[in-house]
């Protein structure tokens, strides 16, 4: 049987509203596995964080879990309301397989 994909989560948030200064500390994606009694671990590959500046759409793309410099400095510029979109997020897991987990849509408080 095939495990589970696990549940990228940011600040063991998936969506709804973050204070920007805890999405700041939090920094990577984590993917957990929810509600499976083994010890599995995935670690994510690469994902991309999209927001709207000025009214243009802005994307990057992370190798690996954490944010990269240029993704935190968007962060810290963000205002009250805006909206962040972590997606296409890979993780692989012990296996060697590689999944496509779900989005994360933050919204700062």
Same mark, same amino acid.
Do not use: C, H
């Given at each position: 049987k095939r495990v589970p994909d696990p549940v990228a989560k940011i600040a063991g948030i998936k969506e709804g509203g973050i204070?920007? %200064?805890t999405l700041l500390a $939090?920094? $990577?994606i984590i993917p957990a596995m929810e509600d499976f009694e083994f010890e =599995?671990?995935?670690r994510v590959q690469s994902f *991309?964080?999209?927001t709207i500046i000025n009214g243009d759409w802005v994307q990057r793309r992370a190798n690996g879990n954490r944010f990269t410099g240029e993704m935190m400095n968007i962060i810290r510029d963000a205002s009250r309301g805006q909206k962040f979109f972590f997606e296409s &997020?890979? $993780?692989e897991g012990d296996d060697g397989t590689t999944r *496509? =987990? %779900?989005s994360i849509n933050l *919204? &700062? %408080?």
């Amino acid at each position: 049987k095939r495990v589970p994909d696990p549940v990228a989560k940011i600040a063991g948030i998936k969506e709804g509203g973050i204070e920007k %200064n805890t999405l700041l500390a $939090a920094g $990577a994606i984590i993917p957990a596995m929810e509600d499976f009694e083994f010890e =599995l671990y995935f670690r994510v590959q690469s994902f *991309t964080m999209g927001t709207i500046i000025n009214g243009d759409w802005v994307q990057r793309r992370a190798n690996g879990n954490r944010f990269t410099g240029e993704m935190m400095n968007i962060i810290r510029d963000a205002s009250r309301g805006q909206k962040f979109f972590f997606e296409s &997020i890979q $993780a692989e897991g012990d296996d060697g397989t590689t999944r *496509t =987990l %779900n989005s994360i849509n933050l *919204t &700062i %408080n």
